[in-house]
């Protein structure tokens, strides 16, 4: 059969998408960190967060690069006018990854979303008592208490009703962590007796699909052909982890890795002068910190707090750390550029006070410390066990005799939320540019479950009024205030906000940065 020219050039416009996967590139990511799990509610690290973003979608997405909501799993959102519900509509046609361990037999429905989020609010849920786990994030956003239902409206339409109104609350459904799981893929687990491998054979409706893992190694996915967003002109998608900085640096100069975590500002310039490097660079919402154990003495006592704060010389430490001169110190929980920072606030380096409030606190003659060093690098903090140094030497001065520690990263974090550390080396990066986004899931008294944390009454307050003012000026005032006793209490050492530079080969098309700084490989090929 002869077609006409017309009819020919539209069949080899259909031919020619396929025609350019058949010849997709695998794509290589060096990242500097193995995910601790694949079951996304369970994890808060960027690292891990990267991994679920690529396999997992969200009700929600964010319109790279800004903070700006977009549609994902949910096709559209109704925030009702008391903001004390949101009503989604869900994405018709969505497919589960099939894989060897699953077959789906329905496309995705409320049902997965009503699963999704009932496990992370109700301890007695069925698939709990099978695999009680903690889900790090919505804990220490509060979530069982900020939920107080959730209805299936039809198929295709689910509502979340608040307990209390709250105008940030719709932005966590385009987080990492909120990544919609398959309830058929969960029960077929329950019935098996298996529902751990929720854990370690993931499936989601994301643009890739997982295939192997080999921890601390390699993570290999393929792109998922039944994306409902198309399918990826990337085929392979390889996760090479290598911890040490220079190994990444290295790797990416010579084509080994075609996007790399984000570089040190020491690598920064090394990389600068190659001309198949490209980079990457955002002002990120971010920051690093210290963070006391509330619980364990010394650090259980504001003044020891604030001396160990006061003798540390922020000045050094960025010459050192930040040589380009890039990255900003921390004064407050969150960075200059989100709404409702407060000016006032200025850090300050005295170590003759310092000796003087340890003194107040009992301590005239100092005390032997551990202080834990961050096991990876990261835009705020790129070198741990140097920072850790510095500290260490402005510590002796004031007779404070610290012993730096450090393991690897996810034993690391584990011990610290069991509250082994007195003092460890911790960072955030918001998603929102909302100042809910840093002080709930890391400052409330939902984050506190176990006393080592912050959890302060008065501060609670504040951040609960603003989290439901519609007001801005009055959001404003609320923020402001919680900011000055965050900087009383002293439950942090605040260190850097950071500029991120991530790294890309030159043939990498379509990748975008985030305003967190994270990576995400939909619609991003090599040509």
Request: a positive charge; glycine letters at 6%.
């Amino acid at each position: 059969m002869k077609l006409a020219p017309a009819l020919l050039s539209a069949a080899l416009a259909l031919l020619a998408p396929a025609a350019a996967l058949a010849q997709g590139k695998p794509l290589v990511y060096c990242a500097d960190a193995s995910p601790e799990g694949f079951d996304p509610g369970m994890w808060d690290s960027a690292s891990t967060n990267t991994v679920s973003a690529q396999m997992f979608d969200g009700l929600l997405d964010f319109k790279r690069p800004t903070t700006e909501l977009a549609p994902k799993l949910a096709t559209s959102w109704e925030i009702a006018p008391d903001a004390r519900s949101i009503t989604f509509r869900l994405r018709p046609g969505v497919k589960f990854h099939s894989t060897p361990w699953f077959q789906p037999t329905r496309d995705f429905d409320a049902d997965d979303v009503v699963f999704t989020f009932t496990r992370f609010i109700d301890p007695n849920h069925p698939f709990n008592k099978a695999f009680p786990a903690s889900f790090i994030y919505p804990q220490n956003l509060g979530l069982a208490k900020l939920i107080a239902g959730i209805d299936k409206l039809d198929a295709h339409t689910v509502r979340f009703r608040l307990t209390q109104p709250n105008v940030t609350f719709v932005a966590n459904f385009a987080f990492a962590w909120a990544g919609i799981q398959s309830a058929e893929y969960a029960a077929q687990l329950l019935k098996a007796g298996k529902a751990s491998q929720i854990n370690v054979l993931p499936v989601g409706t994301g643009p890739f699909q997982f295939k192997r893992y080999a921890k601390d190694d390699v993570l290999r996915m393929t792109a998922n052909p039944s994306y409902w967003g198309g399918r990826q002109p990337t085929e392979k998608l390889i996760f090479s982890i290598s911890r040490e900085p220079n190994v990444r640096v290295q790797k990416i100069a010579v084509g080994e890795c075609h996007v790399a975590a984000a570089l040190r500002d020491v690598d920064v310039g090394s990389l600068a002068g190659n001309p198949k490097v490209r980079i990457e660079k955002i002002q990120a919402l971010n920051i690093s910190y210290l963070s006391f154990n509330m619980k364990k003495p010394p650090t259980d006592r504001r003044e020891v707090r604030e001396a160990l704060d006061i003798a540390v010389d922020r000045n050094a430490i960025f010459k050192a750390l930040f040589p380009r001169g890039d990255a900003m110190q921390a004064v407050s929980a969150f960075p200059p550029a989100v709404f409702g920072y407060n000016k006032r606030l200025k850090n300050e380096f005295d170590p003759a006070r310092a000796r003087a409030l340890l003194a107040k606190a009992g301590y005239p003659n100092g005390f032997e410390i551990d202080l834990w060093a961050l096991p990876v690098q990261r835009p705020t903090n790129p070198n741990g066990q140097l920072m850790a140094q510095l500290i260490q030497q402005d510590w002796a001065r004031i007779g404070v005799k610290a012993t730096i520690k450090t393991y690897e990263w996810g034993e690391y974090l584990k011990r610290a939320n069991n509250g082994e550390h007195s003092v460890y080396m911790s960072g955030w990066s918001g998603e929102t540019g909302d100042a809910d986004d840093f002080l709930t899931p890391n400052l409330s008294c939902a984050a506190n479950k176990t006393g080592i944390k912050f959890c302060n009454a008065e501060f609670e307050k504040l951040i609960d009024e603003a989290r439901a003012a519609t007001d801005p000026a009055r959001r404003i005032a609320l923020y402001e205030r919680a900011q000055e006793i965050f900087k009383h209490e002293r439950p942090w050492i605040t260190m850097a906000h950071s500029t991120v530079y991530i790294p890309t080969r030159t043939d990498v098309v379509g990748f975008k940065m985030a305003p967190n700084g994270s990576v995400d490989f939909e619609g991003v090929y090599r040509k």
